[in-house]
C-alpha cells in the first residue's frame, strides 16, 4: 500500500511518499521539502511533483496521512483542507497525526516541546501516572508543573525556554519532524484501519487564531 503523507505546521514542511508492507515500517520512496509560507500556494502542486516523480497516480495511494498540529495556525488549515481535498475526492481514508507525537517518537521519549512563539511552547507531558496531555505552556505555566526527566526538542527557543525554567531536564535534541516522520508514526493505524472521519477531522491547535486573540483584546 502506498501512503502518502502532509505537514506543514512548522516553519518549513513536506509531502512524502512511503508503501507499506505487511507489519513493518512503511519504506519511504521519496520526499519533498515546501518552503514555509508558502503551502497555500505550493502544496497542491509539491504532491502532484512528488507521485508524478514517482510514475504513481493519486488513486494509487492507499491512505492519506497529515499532520493536523500543533503548529502555525494557518498552516494547519491548509494541510488539512488539501487533505481532505484529496481524500473525499476519490475516497481514500485518511489519518490525522499529532506533530508532538511525531517529534516524541523520533526522539524515543514521552514528552516533547515545540517552540508556539510569544515565549510559550506546545507542550507534551507524560506524567508519573504515564497520562499524557498536550497544551499551550508559557514560564510561568511551566514553573508549576512538575518537570521531566528528559524532553524532546528540535528549535532553538523551545529548548531555550525549558532551560531557563526546567534547568535539571535532560532535553533530547533532535531534527525537525518531517511528512516521513508522520508515515512512520501512522503505520500502526493505517495496519488497524483506524481511519478519521474527514468531516470531523480538526485542527490540533492547542491555541486561539490570532484573529480570535485580538479581536477578543480589542473588543474588551
Known amino acids: 500500500m502506498f501512503l502518502l503523507g502532509i505537514d506543514t505546521c512548522g516553519t518549513s514542511g513536506s509531502v512524502a511518499l512511503g508503501r507499506l508492507a505487511g507489519s513493518s515500517s512503511p519504506e519511504i520512496i521519496a520526499e519533498k521539502p515546501i518552503e514555509g509560507r508558502t503551502y497555500s500556494a505550493t502544496l497542491v502542486s509539491a504532491v502532484d511533483e512528488l ?9 494509487d495511494v492507499g491512505c492519506l496521512v497529515v499532520v493536523h498540529g500543533p503548529g502555525s495556525f494557518t498552516g494547519v488549515r491548509v494541510g488539512l483542507s488539501t487533505a481532505k481535498g484529496l481524500a473525499e475526492g476519490i475516497g481514500m481514508p ?5 506533530r508532538l507525537v511525531m517529534l516524541a517518537q523520533k526522539a524515543g521519549v514521552p514528552s516533547a ?5 510569544r515565549h510559550e511552547v506546545f ?26 526527566a528528559e524532553i524532546a526538542v528540535c528549535d532553538d527557543p523551545a529548548a531555550a525556554l525549558l532551560s531557563q525554567v526546567w534547568a535539571a531536564t535532560h532535553l533530547v535534541r533532535v531534527a525537525p519532524p518531517t511528512a516521513a516522520d ?23 491547535y492547542l491555541r486561539r487564531s490570532d484573529a480570535e486573540i485580538f479581536g477578543n483584546t480589542v473588543k474588551s
Open 113 to 117: 516541546a515545540l517552540d508556539a512563539h
Open 94 to 98: 485518511v489519518v490525522g497525526v499529532s
Open 182 to 204: 508522520a508515515l512512520a508514526l501512522a503505520a500502526p493505524d493505517v495496519q488497524a484501519r483506524n481511519f478519521a472521519d474527514p468531516g470531523l477531522l480538526d485542527g490540533h
Open 123 to 148: 507542550l507534551r507531558l507524560e506524567d508519573r501516572d504515564g497520562q499524557v496531555r498536550e497544551w499551550l505552556a508559557g514560564a510561568g505555566d511551566l514553573a508549576h508543573l512538575t518537570p521531566c
Open 51 to 59: 507521485l508524478r516523480g514517482q510514475r504513481i497516480r493519486l488513486v
